[in-house]
Protein backbone atom coordinates (compact mmCIF):
# COMPACT_ATOMS: atom_id res chain seq x y z
CA UNK A 1 0.00 0.00 0.00
CA UNK A 2 1.52 3.21 -0.92
CA UNK A 3 3.03 5.21 1.68
CA UNK A 4 3.47 2.14 3.65
CA UNK A 5 7.28 1.72 4.73
CA UNK A 6 9.41 -1.26 3.12
CA UNK A 7 9.22 -4.80 5.29
CA UNK A 8 12.91 -6.49 4.99
CA UNK A 9 14.32 -9.77 4.49
CA UNK A 10 16.73 -10.75 6.69
CA UNK A 11 19.78 -13.02 5.94
CA UNK A 12 21.19 -14.82 9.30
CA UNK A 13 24.32 -17.02 9.80
CA UNK A 14 22.62 -19.75 11.48
CA UNK A 15 25.70 -21.09 12.83
CA UNK A 16 26.55 -18.12 14.05
CA UNK A 17 23.18 -17.49 15.04
CA UNK A 18 23.66 -20.54 17.99
CA UNK A 19 26.66 -19.42 19.39
CA UNK A 20 26.56 -15.62 18.95
CA UNK A 21 22.81 -14.74 17.76
CA UNK A 22 23.81 -9.86 18.50
CA UNK A 23 26.13 -10.79 15.57
CA UNK A 24 24.40 -13.42 13.41
CA UNK A 25 22.40 -10.76 10.58
CA UNK A 26 24.44 -11.06 7.64
CA UNK A 27 22.13 -8.38 5.30
CA UNK A 28 18.82 -7.08 5.89
CA UNK A 29 17.14 -5.63 2.49
CA UNK A 30 14.37 -3.87 1.51
CA UNK A 31 11.23 -6.36 0.78
CA UNK A 32 8.32 -4.72 -0.59
CA UNK A 33 5.41 -3.95 1.57
CA UNK A 34 4.34 -6.67 4.40
CA UNK A 35 6.66 -9.52 2.72
CA UNK A 36 4.97 -12.75 3.77
CA UNK A 37 6.58 -15.72 2.21
CA UNK A 38 10.13 -16.80 1.01
CA UNK A 39 10.70 -19.26 -0.79
CA UNK A 40 14.54 -20.53 -3.14
CA UNK A 41 14.62 -21.27 -6.45
CA UNK A 42 16.96 -22.14 -9.15
CA UNK A 43 19.18 -24.51 -7.05
CA UNK A 44 19.36 -21.75 -4.36
CA UNK A 45 20.67 -19.24 -6.77
CA UNK A 46 17.27 -17.10 -6.28
CA UNK A 47 15.53 -16.19 -3.28
CA UNK A 48 11.31 -15.07 -4.29
CA UNK A 49 9.62 -12.85 -1.85
CA UNK A 50 5.37 -12.12 -1.82
CA UNK A 51 4.91 -8.44 -0.93
CA UNK A 52 1.27 -9.22 0.00
CA UNK A 53 0.62 -5.32 0.61
CA UNK A 54 2.35 -4.15 -2.90
CA UNK A 55 0.89 -6.66 -4.85
CA UNK A 56 4.43 -7.80 -6.16
CA UNK A 57 6.39 -10.82 -6.12
CA UNK A 58 10.52 -9.65 -5.79
CA UNK A 59 13.00 -12.00 -7.11
CA UNK A 60 16.91 -11.43 -5.23
CA UNK A 61 20.35 -12.93 -6.21
CA UNK A 62 21.57 -15.36 -3.50
CA UNK A 63 25.11 -14.65 -3.66
CA UNK A 64 24.70 -11.14 -3.53
CA UNK A 65 22.41 -11.22 -0.35
CA UNK A 66 26.04 -11.92 1.01
CA UNK A 67 28.12 -10.22 -1.01
CA UNK A 68 26.55 -6.87 -1.99
CA UNK A 69 22.92 -6.69 -0.59
CA UNK A 70 22.76 -3.85 -2.34
CA UNK A 71 22.31 -5.00 -5.56
CA UNK A 72 20.66 -8.24 -4.45
CA UNK A 73 17.11 -7.27 -6.30
CA UNK A 74 16.97 -8.55 -9.62
CA UNK A 75 13.18 -7.98 -10.70
CA UNK A 76 9.70 -7.20 -9.57
CA UNK A 77 6.86 -8.69 -10.57
CA UNK A 78 3.18 -6.96 -10.25
CA UNK A 79 0.84 -9.64 -9.33
CA UNK A 80 -2.92 -10.39 -7.79
CA UNK A 81 -4.24 -9.00 -5.19
CA UNK A 82 -3.16 -9.70 -1.74
CA UNK A 83 0.06 -12.43 -2.83
CA UNK A 84 0.76 -14.65 -0.21
CA UNK A 85 2.03 -18.16 -0.71
CA UNK A 86 4.46 -19.15 -3.88
CA UNK A 87 6.53 -22.09 -4.91
CA UNK A 88 8.56 -22.38 -7.58
CA UNK A 89 8.22 -25.60 -10.15
CA UNK A 90 9.85 -27.13 -13.05
CA UNK A 91 13.04 -27.08 -11.84
CA UNK A 92 12.62 -23.08 -11.10
CA UNK A 93 11.39 -22.19 -14.17
CA UNK A 94 8.24 -21.02 -13.00
CA UNK A 95 6.96 -19.37 -9.48
CA UNK A 96 3.15 -20.15 -8.88
CA UNK A 97 1.80 -17.41 -6.54
CA UNK A 98 -1.73 -17.48 -4.43
CA UNK A 99 -3.26 -14.19 -4.76
CA UNK A 100 -4.93 -14.19 -1.66
CA UNK A 101 -7.56 -11.04 -1.70
CA UNK A 102 -7.43 -11.50 1.40
CA UNK A 103 -9.27 -8.25 2.52
CA UNK A 104 -11.84 -8.46 -0.26
CA UNK A 105 -10.60 -5.80 -2.76
CA UNK A 106 -13.28 -4.50 -4.99
CA UNK A 107 -12.99 -6.12 -8.33
CA UNK A 108 -10.42 -8.69 -7.24
CA UNK A 109 -10.80 -12.03 -6.72
CA UNK A 110 -8.30 -15.13 -5.63
CA UNK A 111 -6.34 -16.56 -8.07
CA UNK A 112 -2.74 -18.55 -8.81
CA UNK A 113 -0.73 -16.05 -10.32
CA UNK A 114 2.28 -17.93 -12.92
CA UNK A 115 5.26 -16.01 -13.80
CA UNK A 116 7.89 -17.06 -16.65
CA UNK A 117 11.21 -16.68 -14.52
CA UNK A 118 13.69 -15.98 -17.33
CA UNK A 119 11.13 -13.44 -18.66
CA UNK A 120 11.02 -11.99 -15.36
CA UNK A 121 14.71 -11.81 -15.04
CA UNK A 122 14.75 -10.44 -18.41
CA UNK A 123 13.03 -7.30 -18.20
CA UNK A 124 9.92 -8.66 -19.83
CA UNK A 125 6.20 -9.00 -19.22
CA UNK A 126 6.42 -12.64 -17.07
CA UNK A 127 2.57 -13.53 -16.64
CA UNK A 128 2.02 -16.54 -17.84
CA UNK A 129 -1.70 -16.32 -16.63
CA UNK A 130 -3.85 -17.31 -14.04
CA UNK A 131 -4.99 -20.24 -12.52
CA UNK A 132 -8.73 -20.35 -10.33
CA UNK A 133 -8.32 -21.05 -6.73
CA UNK A 134 -10.65 -21.48 -3.72
CA UNK A 135 -11.18 -18.58 -0.95
CA UNK A 136 -7.73 -17.18 0.47
CA UNK A 137 -5.82 -19.10 -1.37
CA UNK A 138 -2.52 -19.16 1.28
CA UNK A 139 -0.02 -21.80 1.52
CA UNK A 140 1.62 -24.09 -1.26
CA UNK A 141 4.22 -26.27 -1.64
CA UNK A 142 5.37 -28.43 -4.87
CA UNK A 143 5.18 -31.76 -4.47
CA UNK A 144 7.55 -34.39 -6.19
CA UNK A 145 5.05 -35.36 -8.57
CA UNK A 146 4.97 -31.37 -10.16
CA UNK A 147 1.64 -31.20 -8.72
CA UNK A 148 1.14 -27.84 -6.65
CA UNK A 149 -0.94 -28.39 -3.42
CA UNK A 150 -2.54 -25.00 -2.22
CA UNK A 151 -4.34 -24.84 0.95
CA UNK A 152 -7.70 -22.25 0.35
CA UNK A 153 -7.81 -21.29 4.00
CA UNK A 154 -11.59 -19.62 3.59
CA UNK A 155 -12.98 -22.61 1.74
CA UNK A 156 -11.59 -25.24 3.76
CA UNK A 157 -10.14 -26.90 0.68
CA UNK A 158 -6.95 -28.58 -0.41
CA UNK A 159 -6.49 -27.46 -4.14
CA UNK A 160 -3.79 -29.96 -6.27
CA UNK A 161 -2.75 -28.20 -9.58
CA UNK A 162 -0.79 -30.56 -12.26
CA UNK A 163 1.93 -28.12 -13.01
CA UNK A 164 2.22 -30.72 -16.84
CA UNK A 165 -0.79 -28.36 -17.71
CA UNK A 166 0.76 -24.61 -17.48
CA UNK A 167 2.39 -23.18 -20.94
Do not use: K, Y
Not at 25 to 37: E, I, M
Not at 89 to 116: E, K, M, Q, W, Y
Not at 134 to 147: I, K, Q, V, Y
Amino acid sequence: MPGEPAGTLTLIDLQRAETDPAHSVVATVDAGCQPVRVVTAANGTQVWVSARASDDVLCFAAARLVTDPSHALVTVVRVGEAPVGLTAVRDGALVVVADSNRFGAPGAHADLTVINVADALDGRPAIVGDIPAGLFPRDMTAAPNGTVLVSNFSSGQLEAVDTATIP
